[in-house]
């Protein structure tokens, strides 16, 4: 696709030690066929190769300490496109993700932020339940738009840096307050590389997301009251029929669940 008179999408990419995944992301960007675009990594001071590997894509990095929120902060500032997409240094997108989001923003001027589907991808059973699980929140508040307009981003002040829990959602809320769309969606996916998932990780970094629960709560409830529900997370499983079709992974579905709420409850407690 020819993009010489098309808007420029800046993409950033927080990272640490992301040596093994962050190629992989950024050949995936470069297959895009949708061409004008800058990269922009906002590193934590790697100790492995991942900036070796940044540069060798030709991709803008910043070094800076701190969590992911004031990493996608950085980059948003530092960023020139029109539009920006936020992705993770393990996944990689499908060829025409930026060419859709890029159309569909085009074609609406009412639409703040635009979601992209995400499929789970490893041979694990751990990352077949997440996949799975990932297939019954479309169109709910689990999911968070990732492409958006550059000038209402910064308008909003980007992302909230003063939580951990569903962070992601925080910059969306904040541009829909405004008056604009945000749940707009395209069909094009992210495939989100969890080989080597481990459980005992996942879990631990519940817990740590659970400590600002509370402040996420008391200051996004609109939002925050339903993704925090259990009995809004259950019931969107155990009112599909679909979720029943497959009996191994619902049960793995309903054990992963449970134990991340009660390790985010501990979070929680712990974080009083």
Known sequence: MENKDMPLVSVIIPTYNSERTIGRCLESIKNQTYKNIEVIVVDNFSRDKTVEICKKYNAKVIQ?????????????????????????????????????????CESNSEIGGIIIPERSVGDSYWVKVRDFERSFY?????????????????????????????????????????????????????????????????LKKKYYYGKTVKNYRAKYREYGDKQVSLFYRFGLFFKNKRFWSKPHLALGVIVLKGLEYLVVGIGYIDGE
């Open 138 to 202: 479309a169109g709910t508040e689990i999911e968070s738009a990732r492409f958006f307009r550059r000038d209402l981003a910064l308008q909003v002040g980007g992302f909230d840096e003063e939580v951990v829990f569903f962070e992601e959602s925080t910059l969306p809320q904040k541009i829909e307050k405004l008056g604009y769309g945000v749940k707009g969606r395209i069909s094009s996916y992210i495939l989100h590389n969890e080989e080597g998932f481990s459980l005992l990780r996942w």
């Open 64 to 104: 800076i300490n701190g969590e992911r929120t004031k990493a996608k902060n950085v980059g948003l500032k530092n960023a020139n496109g029109k539009y920006v997409l936020f992705v993770d240094s393990d996944m990689e997108l499908t060829p025409r993700v930026i060419e859709e989001c890029v159309m569909l």
